[in-house]
């Protein structure tokens, strides 16, 4: 089935300063890729995805790209501010069948020092 | 805006126990997933369901089993509780199919004395 990693697990980064967060997967048949942010004690809330037909998609601050040649994708926060401290999941799904699901990462933390 | 609801936020329940998490969506998604978070270990899917009364297994289905007797209802059953089972359970619902990003509940703190 499909692997999910994320590298590093955790990230500290200057407020202000940009942070990436990459994941890498296993199955070349994923084609959907959603970022998860989970702040403490909140529910994972969705921030942005990308289909395998693209390779890079933004949204103000945020962006991810995507290699299928090297089967990763990778979050851009830019300007990060301290509310941008959270925990961050990286998924992939493959196939477009009623019972396609999501394989999730470990997740990482990224704190945004003041 | 798209509301899942989990029954319980806090839950304490003894060894042996039968335990029943519930999960409520109000926007006639047909998937319904139980994920159990922990520490380090992210997010991994016991079970899920694509329609009613239909079921799969997720990566960790052991000592676990589900029920869907109703599109908007979701439950997830331990059928004799251990203390290894103490963990954040998260419900998650979405539109049939490939690329459909989820929308997940509140959580579930488990806690099994």
């Known amino acids: 089935g499909e692997n999910v990693e994320q590298h590093p697990s955790t990230l500290s980064v200057q407020e202000g300063d940009s942070a990436v967060i990459k994941c890498t997967y296993s199955d070349s048949a994923s084609n959907y890729f959603p970022w998860y942010k989970q702040e403490l004690g909140k529910r994972p809330q969705l921030i942005i995805d990308i289909r395998s037909n693209v390779g890079e998609k933004k949204d103000q601050r945020i962006a991810v790209t995507l290699n299928k040649t090297a089967k990763h994708f990778s979050l851009h926060i830019t300007e990060t501010q301290p509310e941008d401290s959270a925990v961050y999941f990286c998924?992939?799904?493959?196939?477009?069948?009623?019972?396609?699901?999501?394989?999730f990462g470990k997740g990482i933390t990224l704190s945004v020092r003041p | 805006d798209v509301k899942v609801t989990q029954s319980s936020r806090y839950l304490v329940k003894r060894t042996g126990e039968k335990v029943f998490l519930e999960c409520v969506q109000d926007?006639?998604?047909?998937?319904m997933f139980w994920y159990r978070q922990d520490p380090g270990l992210g997010l991994r899917l016991i079970y899920f369901?694509?329609?009613?009364?239909?079921?799969e297994k997720g990566d960790i289905p052991e000592g676990y089993s589900v029920s869907r007797e109703k599109k908007e209802r979701f439950s997830l059953i331990l059928e004799s509780a251990s203390t290894n089972q103490t963990s954040m359970y998260l419900c998650a619902s979405s539109f049939r199919g490939g690329g459909q990003p989820q929308h997940f509940g509140d959580g579930t703190r488990l806690s099994i004395l």
């Open positions: 998924a992939a799904s493959i196939g477009a069948g009623a019972n396609s699901k999501l394989t």
């Open positions: 926007m006639d998604h047909e998937n």
């Open positions: 369901s694509y329609d009613v009364k239909m079921k």
